[in-house]
Antibody, heavy 119, light 111 residues
């Protein structure tokens, strides 16, 4: 069965960087894009961007351009999202979500990784 | 601020029908992009319940249905059950933003 297992919770200082991983299993990793979505405490869902796990091409939401980097390691079926210059309002649960280009919805999600930014 | 607007909350008694609206504009739903719906139970990741306006993934009860009208979409839950109490989000693509967008979210409460 399809599984997306994310890394654990992190606490970071303001100004630091965080890198969250998402390990995929149960399907052909390079056959799907991986998107990243975040959710601040008590708030809604916010799309951050995607990575084509086959080519490595990326597309980032305007609000995150210059601060976010999405990468992947096809040898271990893992996608990564790194966010730099962290601020207190980056405190959120970060989700990875699988996406098939011929449709435009997210059919499987990781369990989420809580990132807390302290000043 | 999301470009897809949903009511903050809806409620209903067990067995009743509730509907959630998702209002967009000319650069998303009105431009022909599909709408999908996700259910988020407390403390868990979102789960796809409706895709392409009205299709149900395998395993989703037929109590869930979706529709489209102009620049809006709707999710209906008939025969409401206690386990349906959750947050619901619509999602589409926006050509002005060149990215994916989620609705503001709706909390469904079972009375």
């Amino acid at each position: 069965q399809v599984q997306l297992v994310q890394s654990g919770a992190e606490v970071k200082q303001s100004g630091a960087s965080v890198k969250v991983s998402c390990k995929a299993s149960g399907y052909t990793f390079t056959g799907y894009y991986m998107h990243w979505v975040r959710q601040a405490p008590g708030q809604g869902l916010e799309w951050m961007g995607w990575i084509n796990t086959n080519s490595g091409d990326t597309n980032y939401a305007q609000d995150f351009q210059g601060r976010v980097t999405m990468t992947r390691d096809t040898s271990i079926n893992t996608a990564y999202m790194e966010l730099s210059r962290l601020r207190s309002d980056d405190t959120a649960v970060y989700y990875c979500a699988r996406y098939l280009p011929v449709v435009d919805y997210f059919d499987h999600w990781g369990q989420g990784a809580l990132v807390t930014v302290s000043s | 601020q999301s470009v897809l607007t949903q009511p903050p909350s809806v409620s209903g008694a067990p067995g009743q029908r509730v509907t959630i609206s998702c209002t967009g504009g000319s650069s998303n739903i009105g431009a022909g992009y599909d709408v999908h719906w996700y259910q988020q139970l407390p403390g868990t990741a979102p789960k796809l319940v409706i895709y392409e306006f009205s299709n149900r993934p395998s395993g989703v009860p037929d109590r869930f249905s979706g529709s489209k009208s102009g620049t809006s979409a709707s999710l209906a839950i008939t025969g409401l059950q206690a386990e349906d109490e959750a947050d619901y989000y619509c999602q589409s693509y926006d050509s002005s933003l060149s990215g994916y967008v989620f609705g503001t979210g709706t909390k469904v409460t079972v009375l």
